[in-house]
C-alpha cells in the first residue's frame, strides 16, 4: 500500500494537536499530501424554550439569526484552526485545509473520499462511560463508517 495523500482531522482540543502532530509525521516519512479537516457542526434555533422535564423556561436559546451567526463565527474561526495546524506542523509539505460543515464524523468522511484520502489520521478524547453514551464518540463513528483506513491516536494528559 502506498500512501500518497493523508486526511488529519483537527480541532483546537490537545488530544487532535496530538494526533495532527502524528499524522504530519507519517506524512514527512511517506512524502505525502496533507487534507487538514475541521468540521463545523449546525447550530440548531431552538423554538420551544420549555424544557420537558421541568416545565421551566431554558436561561438561554438561541434563534435562527444566532443559529446563524454562530455558525458564520465557528466557520471563520475553523479557517484560524487549520492555518494554525498548518503553520506548525506542514512546513515542506503540500497541505490543503477544509472547513466541512455538518455531523463531525460524516464530514470527515465525505471530505476523505473527495480529497481521495489513503488515510484518516485522528485523535480521540477517549470518553468512557456516561459521557460516551451520552456524547457519543466521533472516532467510534468514523472507524464504523469508513472505507478509508484509520489510525486513532490516543493521547492521555
Known amino acids: 500500500m502506498k500512501i500518497r495523500k493523508i486526511l ?3 480541532d483546537e482540543s490537545e488530544f487532535s494537536q496530538h494526533a495532527a502532530e502524528y499524522g504530519f509525521d507519517i506524512a514527512q516519512t ?3 499530501g496533507v487534507g487538514l479537516v475541521h468540521v463545523v457542526e449546525p447550530v440548531m434555533p431552538v423554538t420551544d424554550t420549555t424544557d420537558t422535564l421541568t416545565g421551566m423556561p431554558f436561561e438561554t436559546s438561541v434563534g435562527l ?8 463565527i465557528e466557520t471563520e474561526r475553523s479557517t484560524v484552526i487549520l492555518e494554525r495546524a498548518r503553520l506548525a506542523f506542514g512546513e515542506g509539505l503540500e497541505v490543503s485545509k477544509f472547513t466541512e460543515h455538518g455531523l463531525t464524523a460524516n464530514g470527515i468522511i465525505e471530505c476523505a473520499i473527495n480529497f481521495n484520502a489513503d488515510l484518516i489520521v485522528m485523535g480521540t478524547h477517549q470518553r468512557t462511560g456516561i459521557d460516551k453514551w451520552f456524547l457519543g464518540n466521533v472516532a467510534d463513528d468514523v472507524i464504523k463508517h469508513s472505507e478509508i483506513p484509520v489510525l486513532v491516536v490516543p493521547f492521555k494528559k
Not at 439569526?65 to 458564520?72: D, K, M, P, S, V
Open 65 to 72: 439569526q444566532e443559529a446563524i451567526e454562530l455558525e458564520n
Open 30 to 32: 511517506y512524502n505525502a
Open 8 to 10: 488529519i482531522c483537527i
